[in-house]
C-alpha cells in the first residue's frame, strides 16, 4: 500500500506541476487520483465566467479550496459563490500561499502574459482536467492549461502551456498546439493539425487533417478549414475564406 501511494503522489505531482504533463500509466480517471489528495487550495487569476468553469473543473477534479483574483478589484469582490480576495499584484507577492495557480482568462494575449508572470515568481503552476473529459495516455499537456468537461483528446497530441481546451472540443491524434491557444466549445480538429502560438478556433469550428494553423490565427464560429492559414488571418465560412476588412 505505501508503495501504491508514493506511486499516486509521483503521478499527481506531474499532473499538477510538470513542465509538460505525460498521461501515461493508464491513468483514465484523473479525478479520483487528485481526489486521493484533496489539495488544499488553488488560486485563480480571472473571475469571470470562464473562470467559473475552471473553478468548478478544478473542485471536480479534487482540489479542496478555491480563491479568485482579479485585476477589477476591489470594485469586484464576488464572482458567483465565490469571492475576490485581489489583483495581479496581489497574487504575485502570495504564490506561495497556494498549492497551485491557474490563470482563467479567455483572451490569449493577456493570458499567456499573466502566465509568464505567475512563472517567473515561482508559482505552482496548475494544470486543470475535468474528469468527464477523455484523454489519451500519450498526450502531453504543458502547464496552466484546462481541458474542460466533454473534452477527447487522441493519441501522441501534444497541448502547449496555458491553452484552453473547451467544453466537447475534440483534438486528434499527433495534433500540436502552440502556447496559449483557445480551441472553443464544440470545436473539432482532425488528426496531425499544427495550430500556432496564441491561435483561437471558434466555436463548432472544424479543420481537415494535416493542415497548419499559423500564430494568432481567429478561425470563426461554425468555419470549416481546408487549407492552411498563414500566421495572423483570420477566416470565416464553409470553406473558409480569409476576412477582409
Not at 502552440?178 to 471558434?202: Q, T, Y
Request: with cysteine; proline share 2%; net charge neutral.
Amino acid at each position: 500500500m505505501a508503495e501504491k501511494i508514493s506511486y499516486v503522489k509521483e503521478v499527481k505531482a506531474r499532473f499538477l506541476f510538470g513542465h509538460f504533463l505525460t498521461l501515461g500509466d493508464n491513468l483514465t480517471h484523473y479525478g479520483r487520483v487528485l481526489a486521493l489528495f484533496s489539495m488544499r487550495s488553488l488560486a485563480i487569476l480571472g473571475a469571470s465566467g470562464h473562470g467559473k468553469v475552471v473553478a468548478e473543473a478544478a473542485l471536480l477534479a479534487g482540489w479542496g479550496d478555491v480563491s479568485f483574483f482579479d485585476d477589477a478589484w476591489p470594485d469586484k469582490r464576488r464572482i458567483g459563490r465565490w469571492g475576490v480576495t485581489g489583483d495581479t499584484a496581489a497574487l504575485l507577492n502570495a504564490v506561495d500561499r497556494f498549492d497551485g495557480v491557474i490563470v482563467a482568462i479567455g483572451d490569449n494575449t493577456i493570458r499567456l502574459a499573466k502566465l509568464r508572470a505567475l512563472q517567473s515568481v515561482g508559482a505552482h503552476i496548475a494544470t486543470i482536467i475535468h474528469p468527464a473529459a477523455v484523454v489519451s495516455s500519450s498526450v502531453r499537456l504543458g502547464e496552466g492549461t484546462v481541458v474542460m468537461a466533454g473534452v477527447v483528446i487522441n493519441s501522441d497530441t501534444i497541448i502547449g502551456e496555458g491553452g484552453i481546451l473547451n467544453t466537447a472540443c475534440s483534438v486528434d491524434h499527433d495534433c500540436l498546439l502552440g502556447d496559449a491557444v483557445h480551441i472553443s466549445p464544440g470545436a473539432h480538429l482532425a488528426g496531425s493539425v499544427r495550430v500556432g502560438e496564441l491561435a483561437w478556433v471558434g466555436i463548432g469550428a472544424a479543420v481537415r487533417q494535416g493542415l497548419n494553423i499559423g500564430r494568432l490565427v481567429r478561425v470563426g464560429a461554425g468555419a470549416a478549414v481546408i487549407n492552411d492559414i498563414a500566421d495572423g488571418r483570420t477566416v470565416v465560412g464553409v470553406p473558409a475564406k480569409i476576412l477582409v476588412s
